[in-house]
């Protein structure tokens, strides 16, 4: 088939797709301001700590500032993470496989792609343990 391009399936889509990317670019620009605001508190947090020259090691207030640091730190990569996840979703979208289940190949509840547009499993498969046998009829 010919290129769909980022809007879908040549501007035709069904309501559920227009809904899904919807969702998913929302979530998307809401996690790009999330690590725009979690980049300024790092350097914010850089620049008070270099306003004081303290050494962590040896200073009572040391341990907050690299905790502080380390904590801003992993919240930017997990949301970096998301939107990883969240681009991935635009493209499954985009070739008609969104909403597939990567475990079984079934539709996975659009309440759960409501909750987490970037879900790549359905509920069952999502489950820890060794439960991923195809679902019963």
């Known amino acids: 088939?010919?290129?769909a391009g980022q809007?879908?399936?040549s501007g035709h889509e069904p309501a559920a797709s227009a809904a899904a990317r919807a969702r998913l670019m929302g979530d998307r620009a809401d996690t790009l301001a999330?690590?725009?605001a979690l980049g300024r508190d790092f350097e914010a947090i850089v620049a008070a700590n270099a306003l004081v020259a303290v050494d962590d090691e040896h200073?009572?207030?040391g341990g907050s500032t690299a905790f502080e640091r380390a904590h801003v730190a992993s919240l930017t990569a997990s949301s970096r993470e998301h939107l990883d996840e969240l681009d991935r979703a635009l493209e499954r979208l985009g070739?008609?496989?969104y909403g597939r289940c990567e475990g079984c190949g079934r539709a996975i509840a659009p309440k759960r792609l409501?909750?987490?547009p970037a879900a790549t499993t359905?509920?069952?498969c999502a489950e820890?343990?060794?439960r991923r046998a195809p679902h019963a009829g």
């Open 1 to 3: 088939m010919g290129d």
């Open 7 to 9: 809007s879908g399936h």
């Open 34 to 36: 999330r690590i725009a």
């Open 59 to 61: 200073d009572p207030e």
């Open 95 to 97: 070739r008609g496989e």
């Open 114 to 116: 409501e909750i987490r």
């Open 122 to 124: 359905c509920i069952r």
């Open 128 to 130: 820890p343990g060794p």
